[in-house]
Each structure stands twice: as C-alpha cells, then as structure tokens.
C-alpha cells in the first residue's frame, strides 16, 4: 500500500505544529480529597514536521495517547511527550490538556457541602529537549468595589470575577492551593451551595473586604512569590462588572527563575 505521508516534499517548508485536537479523553487527576479525580479532557497533540516530509501520521497521536496511563499528573507531562516525539520521528512535541476540575467546598457557616467547578489547562512543550509545562488554574471568586462602597450611602456593588493563575513548577502542588490563593486574595469567595445565614456571612465579608482587580491581583502575584514551588507565574482577574457593560482586569507576570 502506497504510503502517501512518508512521500518527499518539495516545496522547502518546515512546519511548526501539525497534529490533532479537540479530542474528549477520560483521565484521573489528583485530587487532595479523595485522591484521584475522573474528568474529561479536551486534548491537542501535535509535533513539528520537517520539511523534506509532505504529512504526519494522525493515526499515531490517538495510538501514543492510547497507550499512556489514564492518570495525567505533572509528573508524566513528559513521558507522554518524550513517547509522542520518538513515535512520530519528531525534533518537538505539544500538547493541550483542557479540563474541568470540581472543589468540594462547604458554606462558611452551615457547613453544607457543595462542588464548585474550576478550569484547568496542561500547556506541555518539548522543543530541543527542553521540556517546559505551564499550568492554568481558573477559579471564581467575587469582587466588591471599594469605590462604589466610599460614594454610596447603601451598599456597593459586586461581582463575580474569575482569578487566572498561570504557573511553571519546580514541584508538585495540589490544586487546591491554587484556589485557596485565589480565594484568599477576593473579597469574598464563590460557593455552590449556600444556606441564607451563608448568604449574610458572605456578602457582609465582600463588603468589609471591598477589592479593585488591581487590588486582587496584587494581593495574588504575592502569593505565587511567597510560594517556592512557583518558579514563573502570570496572574490575571477578570471581575465582569455588575453595573457596568464590560469586565475590568489586571495582569501581573513574575519570573523568579533568575532570581
């Protein structure tokens, strides 16, 4: 059978990323509570192609993906990528893990226990056997206006805002912590399930914890640098604005690699 990609390719152009995505997998991820968590992954792979070849095998993404451990952890990032490579005869190899992650949280006063969904991307690179992992926690949090609070005889108001945290690793961190910080640096938390004496408790403390993004992602960028296991860090908040018809955000980007 005529083997139609390994055919030799003239027009002199290397590609950069060729591959496949938007693929639904199953996997396990960590989880703090209960040990390991089931959740369904968007995944992207591809590697770079060299010139001299007209086409990659697409086949050979699923069978590599396939053939790994369903648990994805920030340990075998790179075995999967590393098997990716010597599969495909590839010089770099990428891949995507988007997927959702849930945190059992319990209201601050009832203690009634509810799931609340955080967002979470694997952005893995080997290029030139160096291997990099960047890794995004999405989380919710709320956000109360400190100057709607100083100008209005009642009241301010508030938001829900999401806190982006985008980290490069020396270790191994829950993921868990990451929503502690982005909780910690809001005016108040998100929570599923609330009772009504929750609901009072919260909203006094957003409005006793009046917060700008700026404010927020300050307070969060501190954190990612109070954290040694946090090598690189870019923060962002986003608070979709609740009298205003668009969002307000602030981005911090640290690096404490050198120093």
């Known amino acids: 059978m ?16 060729v591959g496949v995505r938007d693929i639904s997998w199953p996997i396990a991820v960590p ?29 050979r993404f699923v069978e590599v993906l396939s053939s ?8 075998n990032m790179e075995g999967l990528l590393e098997t990716l490579r010597a599969r495909l005869a590839a010089r770099d190899a990428h891949a995507l893990f988007d997927f959702p992650y849930f945190i059992t949280k ?33 989380a919710p949090i709320q956000t109360l206006c400190p100057c709607s609070k100083e100008i209005s005889d009642f009241g301010a108001h508030n938001q829900r805002a999401h806190a982006v945290m985008e980290v490069r690793l020396s270790g191994f961190v829950w993921l868990e912590e990451f929503v502690k910080m982005a909780d910690d640096c809001a ?50 908040v986003a608070s979709h604005e609740s009298i205003h018809n668009h969002d307000a955000f602030a981005v911090i980007v640290g690096d404490k690699r050198n120093g």
């Open 2 to 17: 005529r083997d139609v990609q390994n055919e030799t390719d003239d027009r002199n152009l290397e590609i950069d990323r």
């Open 31 to 59: 989880d703090r509570d209960s040990g390991t968590q089931e959740t369904i992954a968007n995944v992207s792979l591809s590697v770079s192609l060299p010139r001299d070849y007209r086409g990659t095998h697409m086949s």
């Open 68 to 75: 790994q451990e369903k648990r994805v952890t920030f340990h």
């Open 106 to 138: 319990s209201a601050p006063v009832s203690g009634a226990k509810g799931r609340v969904r955080c967002d979470v991307r694997f952005d893995a690179s080997l290029v030139d056997d160096e291997f990099d992992l960047v890794t995004t926690v999405t």
């Open 187 to 236: 005016s108040a938390p998100i929570y599923s399930l609330l009772k009504r004496e929750d609901e009072k408790f919260v909203t006094e403390r957003a409005y006793m914890h009046p917060k700008f993004v700026e404010d927020a992602v300050r307070d969060l960028a501190l954190a990612m640098r109070a954290e040694p296991r946090v090598l690189w860090y870019r923060v962002s």
